[in-house]
């Protein structure tokens, strides 16, 4: 039986940037692989020790430097990455190989330093594309806790193809002008929890993306950002759907939006089914409880059309607080496939201390308990 693997990262006073890549070309800096420090793949020799030199070495370098884990599965019984000694401000650490069957992360600090390209992206100039800060792609068994992650380029942190992941009592922050700098994005994974986190962002707080199921997030604080999204979805025709998401004990303040499934105006055969959102607060919220199945910036690549995403037996349950708008529920769903058993129970949302109002189009469903306002359904 395999030994279990724990790659714990300590962050001091260096800027990293982690990216787990199925596949890619190396960059013109100087590049470490990990096999030519001796590291053997097959995932029964220890290869902490040739791991722990690449790093030495790409310290020490006076460039961005990269270091290369080549296809194949690595053993690392307990490597510790970082220290006051690594002089070198940017590395990329590229996986394409597997590191033993358990991946955790505790502690440290990934700052991307984004300013500059969020500038050039404000500016509407043609600009790089920038860099998500962690990326973990087709990845089992991933813990990440205590990780504080600042001023992401892009996405802060992507789920992309894995199952069983488990993030912690993190800190995510980003300014909220900052374009582009979701703070979690999951998409086609399973089992994926985040709990006990606080996510400050330029975009959402928490995205969740098509072919993803079973995910638990709970204990949140979210703000600035656009609060916690299902969608975008349905941008293609063929797309795996959504499932068994639960979001509670959450607090939004002054985001956007509070929670939100959002669907382009395109054909598709997508869903999301089985959502429960509860124990929410929102504090000067724009839009605290919103469905949008007429997504279509620009009215370009969408017009006249209505969303094929089929949303049904969504909850919203326990929701108390502010709308930062008279209107703070809206159901706006899709003419072609109408939103089904939807229900409120328990929620109570006012607007500048006055009665708030609800928007329903196309949307069944029901409502138990307090409701305020008064539900459209």
Not at 59 to 85: D, M
Not at 104 to 120: E, M, N, R, V
Not at 159 to 176: E, L, T, Y
Request: net charge positive; proline share 4%; hydrophobic share 35%.
């Amino acid at each position: 039986m395999a030994a279990k693997t724990n790659i714990q990262i300590f962050i001091l006073i260096i800027t990293i940037q982690l990216f787990y890549y199925p596949s890619s070309s190396l960059a013109a800096n100087p590049t470490y692989n990990v096999q030519s420090f001796g590291a053997k793949s097959g995932g029964s020799s220890d290869c902490t020790k040739a791991f722990l030199s690449a790093w030495g070495a790409a310290c020490a370098a006076t460039s961005p430097a990269t270091i290369y884990v080549p296809p194949g599965r690595y053993l690392l019984r307990n490597a510790y990455f970082g220290g006051k000694l690594c002089k070198n401000s940017a590395i990329t650490i590229r996986i394409d190989g597997t590191l033993g069957r358990r991946s955790s992360i505790f502690g440290g600090t990934l700052d991307a330093q984004g300013t500059k390209l969020w500038a050039c992206k404000n500016s509407g100039k043609s600009c790089p594309k920038g860099a998500t800060s962690l990326a973990f792609y087709n990845s089992e068994n991933i813990e990440i806790n205590g990780l504080a992650s600042l001023n992401s380029q892009k996405f802060h942190i992507l789920v992309d193809g894995c199952k069983s992941v488990k993030m912690i009592n993190m800190k995510i922050s980003a300014p909220a002008n900052s374009p582009n700098t979701d703070g979690i994005h999951i998409q086609q994974s399973s089992e994926v929890t985040v709990m006990n986190t606080h996510i400050g962002t330029g975009d959402d707080c928490i995205s969740v993306g098509p072919g993803s199921s079973n995910l638990w997030i709970e204990n949140l604080a979210c703000g600035p950002g656009h609060g916690i999204s299902i969608g975008s979805l349905g941008w293609d025709l063929e797309e795996a759907g959504v499932q068994n998401v639960t979001v509670k004990t959450v607090t939004f303040t002054g985001t956007e939006n509070g929670v939100r499934v959002k669907t382009w105006a395109r054909p598709s055969n997508g869903f999301v089914k089985n959502v429960l959102f509860q124990h929410l607060v929102v504090v000067n919220v724009e839009n605290p409880i919103i469905i949008d199945q007429n997504y279509c910036p620009d009215h370009q690549n969408c017009p006249t059309q209505g969303s094929g995403v089929k949303i049904s037996d969504v909850a919203y349950e326990d929701i108390h607080g502010t709308s930062a708008t008279q209107v703070a529920v809206k159901f706006d769903c899709s003419k072609k496939n109408p939103c089904s058993g939807i229900t409120l129970d328990g929620v109570n949302l006012s607007y500048r201390d006055k009665a708030a109002t609800a928007s329903c189009a196309n949307a069944a469903g029901s409502a138990a308990g307090v409701v305020r306002p008064t539900s459209c359904l």
